[in-house]
């Protein structure tokens, strides 16, 4: 006879109680954000009147998660950026040039005099007086290197130090760019997590893809360019020595120097000395402020090594400009009125009280450890994503019903039964996507909208099955255990197959199509549980109260 | 009253017109791809790399109006295009405008994508732009890759279910159907120029799952009737079944299609070519199951009589005299 164990009929109900209840908060979605932010505020420790009302909109003892709805539904801002991991190598080769300088000057007298040639970025040539010393400036240079600290990479050693003529070359090994790509990487993302946190938006999803990409979305962006304002360039901040000041944007700047433009003046270039005496990355704050002449201005403050650096620098150079450059522009070049010693100072420029307040906060989250090339970018209005819900929502609902109908019209009393498990897959799927925080996108509604058609397929094919089993069966309980039993290896096949498809769509989908992956997976997961064990729990109710004779499907 | 839009018993020889049906389909296969091959596709910014604006203003597009705005700037090749929703209000009028990806340039200028609205605004000072897409030529070149991979690799993993589930015959049966109904559908995006982009691929991925759902449940009950009805011809094992099925695979159809409808009707356009790609897919779906997979399997043959020890024919059995 038709039989379902207690505890199963009570886990079923429990898992369809807890769909009910997890998509509740959903009906209320505005007031529960609200709620929820406000939660998070006084969490932080802030309060106030209007946080407490905004907190009392949602009962805190009912479940508070709700579908993060995508960036299509609610309008934002999506870039992918790319890393140029290589700036790295020219940074770190620049930067290894005293040092290497040093080491092969201490050996004047095998290797000769030794100069820095031009060449290509990330590469370090010297060109040695004495060929016979070159063996021995390699080996010197060799000195310097360190084994790689990877586990794929260990034991190889840092740098690359090849010899061909008087020329030597150094640039990174191989090992030691994978290492330096990875804390590149790692570091952008840091940083540009800390420039978006600190322009306030909520809930901004800034991930990984891929070795050297990073995807950023910020819902309620007002577009991919003042993303990019927020991420800014590079914010490298240094503090140069000037060599020279020319009208000539093709001017040769030599070795070890580099021609960068002033902002303000069109036409006016400084040649400046590659090492900087002071980099960005020894500040340790900086603030928006105004200049004596009550002109916006940055603040700064150094760290105890950049601020003795800058004083002895200061001290033997006064009297003579130097430049303080963002992203090889020279912002201002004052000339040193008297040595500072106090590691603090202000940048001034034409800057609006805006531009202030963003410099000071890129300089404060500190610089990109490398230029950003941003392969792709997408805005959405907040006024389409609204329009896209309302449409969505329509269509689901409309879709619903017709649904609903057509199973009613053609399975009657067992076609509702279905229908109302149909309710409780929709419950569910919605319940689901709250808890485990997954993204609602446009697409994503049309997977839950295509669901609900191929969820009913599967008491479609119980309820033809026990059609026919009425034929030849003893007894419509016979029938519909049948029924139950047979139609499940067409069951399961079908909806593995699908899951497989959705499951790839998933990894290799972003975006949009990952939601919609995300619906169809989850729905057909659900929608097997309501179609095999609600309706069954429903029917066996049913029965067990009516004992009938014969049933018609 | 029930309603039945399938008979209680039918007894349909879905053999009988295999000739034409099953001609039809290697036609419409053939034609799909060499339309594919003469026009190609209509491929969207997520393919081809560029930028789509759309626009949204309360007066009536004017396509020659923004187009003489636009072509000044020297942007190349700029598809204008009019959208049309029965969900607009009636002051909204909405246009598509697509430039192509810029020579020279991976990261998109904002300047390019400043100078178009500026220039819009001039024409039609009440336009907005709700939303403005870029991709450049790098990401989307892996993404055509990763597009074809996915593809495949659906339908390849179903492949190996299926052959894994049932006998190898109705794993080939169940992939050419499968690919029947991708290269239709490619080829309806090819003959209408529908833009083919990320959405496209995400429905055909769908249509490949609905698809073998479809011939699975056929293929579910033809195995069931193979063992209950030892003597029957295959030909007539498959026309049962079909039949047994029948009621079940057009129900579900028509659900799927019903919800389907009310969103391609009241889904917005936004959707719109990925609802009509998965709308399609259904329709050649069922199509598929019911007079291409079971016509290859009847082709190729199911071996029946597992009583007297033959060689072995390549079946999930075959190892297990060894």
Redesign the interface.
């Given at each position: 006879m038709l039989h379902i164990a207690r505890f199963k009929q009570v886990l079923i109900v429990l898992a369809c109680l807890a769909g009910v209840i997890f998509t509740l908060p959903n009906f209320f979605y505005s007031r529960v954000e609200m709620h929820n932010d406000a939660a998070k505020d006084i969490e932080n420790g802030i309060t106030n009147a209007e946080l407490e009302a905004d907190l009392a909109q949602w009962p805190s003892w009912l479940p508070s998660d709700i579908v993060n709805l995508g960036l299509?539904l609610r309008g934002g801002a999506q870039l992918?950026a790319?890393v140029r991991v290589e700036d790295v190598y020219e940074t770190t080769m620049d930067g290894m040039w005293p040092q290497v300088r040093d080491v092969l000057v201490a050996e004047r007298d095998t290797i000769g005099a030794i100069r820095r040639q031009e060449s290509a970025p990330g590469t370090l040539a010297i060109r040695v007086a004495n060929e016979d010393g070159v063996a021995r400036a390699v080996e010197l240079v060799r000195g310097l290197a360190s084994p790689v600290t990877s586990v794929t990479g260990a034991g190889q050693s840092s740098l690359t130090v090849s010899a061909n003529g008087n020329l030597v070359t150094v640039e990174l090994s191989e090992a030691q760019k994978t290492v330096s790509d990875e804390l590149t990487v790692r570091q952008a993302l840091e940083i540009i997590r800390n420039r978006i946190d600190a322009a306030g938006t909520r809930e901004p999803s800034i991930q990984r893809t891929g070795d050297r990409r990073i995807l950023i979305e910020v819902p309620g962006a007002k577009?991919?360019?003042e993303l990019?304002g927020w991420i800014g360039t590079t914010a490298q901040l240094g503090f140069h020595e000037v060599i020279s000041t020319t009208g000539d944007e093709n001017a040769e700047p030599g070795v070890g120097n580099f021609l960068a433009p002033d902002v303000e003046r069109e036409g006016v270039y400084y040649i400046l000395s590659r090492t900087a005496v002071v980099s960005g990355d020894q500040l340790t704050d900086s603030q928006p402020t105004f200049d004596q002449n009550g002109r916006p201005a940055v603040d700064f403050r150094f760290n105890p090594g950049g601020a003795r650096a800058f004083g002895a620098y200061t001290s033997n150079n006064i009297g003579r400009p130097f430049a303080i450059v963002l992203d090889d522009e020279v912002i201002s070049a004052p000339t040193i009125q008297s040595a500072i010693t106090g590691g603090s100072g202000i940048i001034t420029g034409s800057f609006t009280v805006e531009e202030t307040t963003n410099l000071a906060v890129l300089l404060r989250a500190g610089a990109l450890p490398a230029g950003l090339?941003?392969?792709?970018?997408?805005?959405?209005?907040p006024?389409?994503g609204a329009?896209?819900i309302r449409?969505?929502q329509?269509?689901?609902v409309?879709?619903?019903v017709?649904?609903m109908i057509?199973?009613g019209?053609?399975?009657?009393l067992f076609g509702w039964i279905a229908n109302i498990a149909l309710i409780l897959n929709m419950a569910m799927i919605i319940g689901i996507l709250s808890l485990l925080g997954a993204t609602l996108t446009?697409?994503g509604?049309?997977g839950i909208?295509?669901t609900?058609?191929?969820a009913?397929?599967a008491n479609?094919?119980v309820y033809?099955r026990i059609?026919?089993e009425l034929k030849t069966a003893k007894g419509p309980a016979r029938a519909i255990e049948l029924g139950y039993e047979?139609a499940m290896?067409?069951i399961l096949?079908?909806?593995?197959?699908?899951i497989?498809?959705?499951a790839?769509?998933w990894f290799?989908?972003s975006g949009?199509?990952r939601g919609?992956?995300t619906t169809?997976g989850i729905g057909i997961l659900t929608s097997v549980f309501t179609a095999i064990f609600v309706t069954r729990l429903f029917i066996v109710w049913w029965f067990q109260r009516r004992r009938p004779k014969t049933i018609?499907v | 009253m029930?309603?039945?839009?399938i008979p209680?018993e039918t007894n349909f020889n879905f053999f009988k017109a295999a000739r034409y049906t099953f001609g039809a389909s290697v036609v419409a296969v053939i034609a799909s791809i060499i339309l594919f091959l003469v026009l190609g596709l209509n491929f969207g910014i997520d393919f081809r790399g560029g930028t789509t604006i759309?626009t949204?203003s309360t007066s009536e597009v004017s396509v020659a109006d923004y187009r003489a705005a636009i072509d000044p700037l020297g942007l190349g090749d700029v598809v204008i295009t009019e959208v049309f929703d029965p969900?607009f209000a009636a002051d909204e009028h909405v246009a598509m405008i697509r430039i192509q990806a810029q020579e020279g340039q991976?990261?998109?200028s904002?300047e390019i994508?400043q100078q178009v609205e500026e220039a819009l605004q001039q024409v039609d000072p009440s336009i907005?732009?709700?939303?403005?897409?870029?991709?450049?030529p790098?990401?989307s070149g892996e993404l055509i890759n990763?597009?074809i991979?996915?593809v495949l690799?659906?339908i390849v993993?179903?492949v190996i279910?299926?052959w894994a589930?049932f006998e190898w015959q109705f794993a080939i049966g169940a992939v050419a159907a499968l690919i029947h109904d991708v290269l239709l559908t490619i080829g309806l995006w090819s003959i209408f120029q529908l833009k083919f982009d990320?959405?496209t691929?995400?429905a055909l991925?769908?249509i490949?799952?609905?698809s073998?759902?479809?011939t699975?449940?056929v293929?579910?009950?033809a195995r069931?009737n193979l063992i209950k009805y030892k003597k029957m011809p295959l030909i007539d094992v498959l026309n049962l079944s079909a039949n047994?099925?029948l009621?079940?695979t057009v129900?579900?159809s028509?659900?799927?299609?019903?919800?389907?409808?009310?969103?391609l009707?009241?889904?917005?356009d936004?959707?719109r070519g990925?609802?009509l790609a998965?709308t399609w897919g259904i329709i050649v779906g069922t199509y598929s199951s019911i007079y291409v997979a079971k016509n290859i399997v009847l082709m190729l043959g199911v071996k029946r009589d597992w009583s007297k020890e033959k060689k072995p024919s390549g079946n999930q059995f075959m190892d297990i005299d060894a």
């Open positions: 299509d992918l790319e577009s991919a360019q990019k090339d941003f392969l792709e970018e997408r805005t959405v209005g006024e389409l329009d896209s449409s969505g329509i269509a689901a409309v879709g619903f017709a649904v057509f199973m019209l053609s399975y009657g446009l697409p509604i049309a909208v295509l609900m058609g191929m009913v397929d479609v094919l033809e059609r026919e047979r290896s067409a096949d079908a909806n593995i197959t699908t497989m498809t959705a790839i769509l290799v989908g949009p199509v919609f992956a169809l018609e | 029930r309603l039945r839009l209680q759309r949204d969900t991976e990261s998109i904002a994508v907005t732009f709700p939303s403005v897409e870029s991709v450049g790098k990401v990763t597009a991979y996915a690799a659906a993993a179903i279910y299926i589930r990320l959405a691929i995400a991925l769908t490949v799952g609905y073998i759902n479809d699975v449940v293929f579910d009950r069931e047994e099925t009621s079940r129900m579900t028509g659900t799927t299609l019903l919800a389907l409808i009310a969103l009707v009241l889904g917005g936004v959707i990925f609802v998965i």
